[in-house]
């Protein structure tokens, strides 16, 4: 299974639909993979701080098989 989730600045992670979707998968023992923009911060997975909504979806991500994988992408432009 695989998904794109976006967590709104003005929720708190991860949402319902979010934390079914991980159940099914584990209780159906599917492999998952989530692309997700969080608006979350975190040291766990390379911020520079943290804030509350890091601190409450990294609670929720320790009660999980879920392994967290970063990916950063940099454009670079050249200079003409």
Not at 23 to 47: E, M, V
């Amino acid at each position: 299974m695989v998904a794109s989730i976006y967590m709104p600045a003005d929720s708190t992670p991860p949402a319902p639909a979010t934390e079914r979707l991980i159940q099914y998968c584990n209780h159906n023992k599917l492999p998952l993979i989530i692309g997700c923009d969080t608006n979350a911060h975190h040291f766990r997975w390379g911020s520079q701080e943290c804030n509350r909504r890091g601190y409450t979806l990294s609670e929720y991500l320790a009660t999980t098989d879920l392994i967290i994988i970063i990916i950063i992408i940099i454009r670079w432009h050249a200079q003409r």
